[in-house]
């Protein structure tokens, strides 16, 4: 065996395949940058086809909310469709106003536009005003069982898993 090479597993050398360890150490390499290199881009591509139409969406339910200003379901439309476009201000202005009307303050609209309300404060890593909002859904009728949903959402933000997990429990209970 010569005293330079090493060997393979298949009982040869390096060297009599050509290859050195040093270049096989760096092609790994070379094959995780791009891999890391391709997987980012792949993400910023798909990132950046998924905004417009997220604009185009927000650009249509803004004006379904426009044309129907004492609808809460429109309301809530347009609030969830701007949090998840990242439009954490806007949306929360946006459900408050829903949350205000005569419709938004009873009924599966008011637990919606309290849960999205919540959701828009954990995305703003706002625990105070979550749990609030998450409150204020468990004493609606017919929301404990989303309001302790919420409330587990929130306490997952600050990663409290046992309450949370004590949430879940209260919200599966309630929902029997």
């Known amino acids: 065996m010569p005293q330079h090479g090493r060997r393979l597993a298949s009982g040869r050398d390096t060297e009599e395949w050509g290859i050195s360890m040093q270049s096989t150490h760096n092609s790994k390499h070379a094959f995780a940058r791009r891999f ?54 806007e949306a929360t202005d946006e459900l408050r106003r829903g949350a205000n009307l005569f419709d938004g303050r009873s009924g599966q609209a008011a637990i919606d536009l309290h849960v999205e309300l919540a959701r828009a404060a954990i995305a703003k890593r706002d625990f105070g005003p979550a749990m609030v909002q998450c409150r204020v859904v468990q004493d609606l009728n017919g929301g404990a069982a989303e309001g302790h949903a919420c409330a587990a959402e929130a306490h997952l933000l600050w990663r409290r898993a046992t309450e949370a997990l004590d949430e879940t429990t209260k919200s599966l209970a309630a929902n029997k």
């Open 36 to 89: 890391l290199r391709g997987f980012v881009g792949g993400a910023a591509f798909l990132w950046s086809i998924g905004a417009p139409a997220q604009e185009s969406t927000l650009a249509a339910l803004k004006t379904a909310a426009q044309s129907a200003p004492n609808d809460p379901r429109a309301a809530v439309s347009y609030g969830r469709a701007l949090r998840r476009a990242g439009h954490l201000n």
